[in-house]
């Protein structure tokens, strides 16, 4: 249930990102608002994160909350915010998955 728990943690960290790169888009009252759910989402990634290292190795489950969201946020840049996709960028974004599966699979 924890690794559960640490992925929606990892994806609200793309949230939280996301809206960061909305406010950056924002003008006038809407800057707020994005900046409203980026706490929101920040403040329930780090209680999430709190909560799936109460069994987890830290180490592992920080590596993987950050893997997820680095992940996630790439992709949401390539998709939403149009950032280019060149060959090497997704070489080692396909790397960086393959390392957040091994600590997966190694960890206890």
């Known amino acids: 249930m ?6 929606v943690a990892g994806l ?3 949230a939280f990102a996301f809206c960061l790169g909305k406010v ?5 009252n809407a800057v707020y608002a994005w900046y409203g759910a980026f706490l929101v989402t920040l403040c ?5 994160l709190s909560r799936a290292i109460q069994t987890l190795p830290i180490g592992t489950a920080y590596a993987v909350w950050t893997g997820v969201g680095a992940v996630g946020i790439t992709l949401m840049g390539i998709f939403v915010f149009k950032e280019p ?14 390392s957040i599966i091994g600590l997966k ?3 206890h």
């Open 2 to 7: 924890n690794w559960i728990i640490l992925i």
């Open 44 to 48: 329930i990634s780090m209680y999430l």
């Open 85 to 98: 996709a060149g060959f090497w960028r997704i070489f080692f974004l396909t790397t960086l998955i393959g």
């Open 24 to 28: 950056k888009e924002a003008t006038g």
């Open 105 to 107: 699979s190694v960890s």
């Open 12 to 14: 609200f960290e793309v």
